[in-house]
Nanobody, 123 residues
């Protein structure tokens, strides 16, 4: 059993930055894809970013490309999400996600979820 614990959320003004962290209780080497999803009130959970161990590739949702950067640290068993140029529409609960064998971009492939951290961007 792996536990994912997010931190780093908070309130920030539009144009500002935040860095989210996701610490895993076990080794993240067992998971090909580690990443982030988010869910705003009244909306479905959506893919944000993922980083894959198999080929070192990363993927981003269209709405965050060029603004967010994901990184995984296998030594620290931690995944980070650097969020720059934040917009009010980025306001959501951000969830860390672990996908053992897939690409990490689809909800159905996620095996473990964190509890979520709130990000609020004021205009």
């Amino acid at each position: 059993q792996v536990q994912l614990v997010e931190s780093g959320g908070g309130l920030v003004q539009a144009g500002g930055s935040l860095r989210l962290s996701c610490a895993a209780s076990g080794s993240i080497f067992t998971f090909n894809a580690m990443g982030w999803f988010r869910q705003a009130p009244g909306k479905e959970r959506e893919f944000v970013a993922t980083a894959r161990r198999s080929d070192g590739s990363t993927s981003y949702g269209d709405s965050v490309k060029g603004r967010f950067t994901i990184a995984r640290d296998g030594v620290k068993n931690t995944v980070y999400l650097q969020m720059n140029s934040l917009k009010p529409e980025d306001t959501a609960v951000y969830y860390c996600a672990a996908d053992r064998s897939g690409t990490g971009t689809r909800l159905v492939g996620i095996e473990y979820w964190g509890q979520g951290t709130q990000v609020t961007v004021s205009s």
